[in-house]
């Protein structure tokens, strides 16, 4: 995916004093690069980590030192990208169980979680059925969440000095790169030979799936200006 291709082409540039979180391990299957992790652990610093997370253990006169960037993707491209990675061989299981521990952190939302947990289970570890893309939509999506908080400040607005729009990632992570004084090396492919069918994100919606996309991540359409494109 974009991120860890960003990740892995901006941790060749980090000094020894640099905090560069671990990403994981080159997958043949789906890495079409190889890749080294060069990610050291630092107490208090993860992946995915949130805006408020990232500047409570920065410190003020460091956070407004450093450029903030990230990646931003079509929503609904991006939901059709969670549904390939989440259905991916070698996932079996793990949709079941990310459901089964967010349960917990949702327990008066009894009646839907039970659904979502018993029918996951049953789609993801018994294999009764396939996972399709209406059943993630509608009932797993909300377990992703909209990384909100990755990008905006609690108090709405926008946390990033700089953006990589998915849609054009290469020539965005080059400007960025020109913009830090750093030489533009390319990236590498990571992450993408999940989403084998590479046809139009709009072939997967319907009406309903849809506009629950455009529910959940209403703050990033309206932030960046995301449409729903079809063809």
């Known amino acids: 995916m974009a991120g860890t291709s960003v990740e892995v082409a901006m941790s060749r540039q980090c000094g020894d004093d640099d905090i560069i979180t671990p990403i994981g391990r080159h997958q043949a299957r789906w890495d079409h690069d190889a890749w080294a992790d060069l990610g050291r652990l630092r107490t208090g610093y993860r992946r995915h980590a949130t805006v408020e997370q990232v500047r409570s253990r920065l410190g003020d006169e460091l956070w407004n030192q450093y450029l903030k960037f990230s990646i931003v993707r079509n929503p609904w491209d991006l939901v059709v990208s969670q549904y390939h990675w989440a259905t991916r061989?070698?996932?079996?299981?793990?949709?079941?169980?990310?459901?089964?521990?967010?349960?917990?952190?949702?327990?008066?939302?009894?009646?839907?979680?039970?659904?979502?947990?018993?029918?996951?289970?049953a789609r993801f570890v018994y294999g009764s059925e396939p996972v399709s893309f209406d059943f993630f939509a509608t009932r797993l999506l909300r377990y992703y969440g909209d990384n909100g908080d990755q990008y905006f400040h609690r108090s709405g607005a926008l946390a990033l000095d700089f953006v990589i729009r998915f849609e054009h990632l290469e020539s965005d992570y080059m400007a960025l790169c020109e913009r830090l004084g750093?030489?533009?090396?390319?990236?590498p492919s990571l992450k993408s030979k999940t989403r084998t069918a590479h046809g139009p994100y709009s072939a997967y919606y319907s009406d309903e799936t849809r506009e629950r996309v455009a529910r959940a991540y209403r703050r990033h359409i309206e932030e960046f200006g995301f449409t729903f494109t079809e063809g």
């Open 89 to 121: 061989e070698g996932a079996i299981g793990r949709g079941a169980w990310n459901t089964l521990s967010r349960f917990w952190r949702e327990p008066t939302r009894i009646r839907s979680n039970v659904h979502t947990v018993v029918a996951n289970a």
């Open 182 to 187: 750093l030489p533009g090396t390319g990236l």
